[in-house]
Structures are given as structure tokens and as C-alpha cells.
């Protein structure tokens, strides 16, 4: 069964950088895609960057956050990483990996809380 523990999220002011983790234990060796998505205060669930699970790393990155955060992974650690630049106030949201297809995907973690204060 698939395991999401995400983590890296804090209080941080405008402009700054954070990076985030997800411990992503038991993945299926045919997953295609992980992805980042976020979650603001009554809002739904917006994705922001995917990346190929094995092979080449191909990447992609949704326009409301491109050329400032950046996905990676590290597969022998079964990690995914959101690397987070010049944070704005709208950035502020509950994030989550897990898989890039909904039929790929079992659960939700608890996610981790990124707040930006201006």
C-alpha cells in the first residue's frame, strides 16, 4: 500500500524559498508519474508539477507557478521534492504529492502547511 508523508512546510515571509519532501513508500512498479498539488482555504485541489516516475526525468510545471518552483525526484530514496522560490502570499495552501493519475492514486496525505505572510 502506498505511503505519502509530506514535510518542509512552515511560516515563511514573502520572497523566500522553501523546499518540500514526500516519503512515498510502496509505489507500484508501474507508476507513471508523481505530482505536486496544492490546497488553498476553500479552494480545490490545484495541481502544480509532475514528474516521470522512472526514466528520462521529463518534467512539468502548471503556468501559475513555472520558472519559481521545481520539481525532482530521487528514486532510490522513493522521494519527490518541490523546491519553492520567491513565495507569495497566494502560494499559502495545504501541499500534497502523490500520484500524477487519479487511477493510480489510493489515498490523500495529511500534507504539509505552507503559509506566506506579506
Known amino acids: 500500500q502506498v505511503q505519502l508523508v509530506e514535510s518542509g512546510g512552515g511560516l515563511v515571509q514573502t520572497g523566500a524559498s522553501l523546499k518540500l519532501s514526500c516519503a512515498a513508500s510502496g509505489l507500484s512498479s508501474s507508476t507513471y508519474a508523481m505530482a505536486w498539488f496544492r490546497q488553498a482555504p476553500e479552494k480545490g485541489r490545484e495541481f502544480l508539477a509532475t514528474?516521470?516516475?522512472?526514466?528520462?526525468?521529463?518534467?512539468y510545471h502548471a503556468n501559475s507557478v513555472e520558472g519559481r518552483f521545481t520539481i525532482s525526484r530521487d528514486n532510490a530514496k522513493n522521494m519527490v521534492y518541490l523546491q519553492m522560490n520567491n513565495l507569495k502570499p497566494k502560494d499559502t495552501a495545504v501541499y500534497y504529492c502523490?500520484?500524477?493519475?487519479?487511477?493510480?492514486?489510493?489515498?490523500w496525505g495529511q500534507g504539509t502547511q505552507v503559509t506566506v505572510s506579506s
Open positions: 514528474v516521470l516516475w522512472t526514466g528520462t526525468i521529463s518534467t
Open positions: 502523490n500520484n500524477l493519475r487519479p487511477q493510480d492514486r489510493d489515498y
